[in-house]
């Protein structure tokens, strides 16, 4: 069975950076879509960041120009940069795996209903 592993939250002030880390278990993770998205306390979760197998990525409009979703299949990791980070960007951060379901090299998904092992989260708060 798959697990995910999310790793490199913390605190950091405004406009500062930090990179989380998404450790998969499984030995098919290069065909695996990924993503990540958050959740506030009181809030629905929300869709972050996504990159396809082949190494597509999107990004919800909040964090265009800010975020970058990479790769690296050696590793078995998803990882997710985030500068310029705002007190908005605090929240909890998931990141999501499609295992199992067919997807092409470019496809990218957005939905969480489209994911289906999620990690155990890992927090981050931007203080202002």
């Known amino acids: 069975q798959e697990q995910l592993v999310e790793s490199g939250g913390g605190l950091v002030q405004a406009g500062g950076s930090l990179r989380l880390s998404c450790l998969a278990s499984g030995r098919t993770f290069s065909t695996y879509p990924m993503g990540w998205f958050r959740q506030t306390p009181g809030k629905e979760r929300e869709f972050v960041a996504a990159?396809?197998?082949?190494?597509?990525?999107y990004y919800a409009e909040f964090v265009l120009g800010r975020f970058v979703i990479s790769r690296d299949n050696a590793k078995k990791t998803v990882y997710l940069q985030m500068n310029s980070l705002k007190a908005e960007d605090t929240s909890v951060y998931y990141c999501a795996a499609r295992v199992g379901r067919s997807s092409s090299a470019n496809t990218y998904y957005i939905k969480e209903e489209d994911y289906t092992t999620w990690g155990q989260g890992t927090q981050v708060t931007v203080s202002s």
């Open positions: 990159i396809s197998w082949g190494g597509i990525a």
